[in-house]
């Protein structure tokens, strides 16, 4: 039997062991320092990858980054400005050099890496390819998925475009954006109903009509599900960078 293939998110990965990584320091007097060590912080990725590849089965990964540019801030120009002016852990920058040098870690022009791993997770492949990521968008990729580095559970076509309606109503504060005000995941799940195999279309009107009786047109609701969406296999062309965006 073959193993693993692994889809890993390049960004989380680093995020976390160079915010991890820091120490300060009190010198007397009232004067600190902040500091961080790079070698130590890619001694800790290197651990990370072995233990994840044996874990989860796996001789050969896939990391992926998020590019400078994001054409979400297209559909959406408050999108993630949140984040604006929010200091970065120290060693990220080297970090994320050190993926890309050793690793050859995949950008795709305008994408975030929750997209590159989507489009290579739905992408035609013998083997079996698992994304690594703890973060809970994933579950709209119809594909094996690992949020634990331990497990692996199997997301369904039915249950990934449930779940894309999901965080069209509930949104994302991390990411910034609002979904429909005053919807968490748990009303979410009661506009929708419990039947996940309803058609996207279905789904659709529902999501539609909980948004327009609190005053947003169609309009708006394609831009909140637009940003919503993780890129699958055949949204994105690779040569242009043209992204195929969302549309029922």
Known sequence: MSKNHLLIDGDILIYKIATASEEATHWGDG???LHADAKTCIGNIENVLKTL???LDAETFTIALTDEKNFRKDVLPSYKSNRLGRRKPLTLPALREYLLEKYKAVIYKGLEADDV?????????????VIVSIDKDFRQIPSFIS????????????????WFMVQTLAGDNVDGYTGLPTCGVKTALKI??????????ELWEKVVTA?????????EVLQQARVA?????????EKTGEVKLWKM
């Open 31 to 33: 004067f600190w320092t």
């Open 211 to 219: 948004y327009k009786k609190k005053g947003f047109s169609e309009k």
């Open 117 to 129: 791993l989507g489009i290579l997770a739905t992408t035609p492949n013998k083997s079996k390819q």
């Open 229 to 237: 969406k993780i890129l699958r296999h055949g949204e994105y062309n």
């Open 53 to 55: 590849q044996h874990n």
């Open 147 to 162: 949020s634990n580095g331990q497990d692996i559970i199997n997301i369904s076509p039915e249950q990934a475009d449930y």
């Open 192 to 201: 929708l109903g419990d039947n996940i195999k309803l058609p996207i279309a």
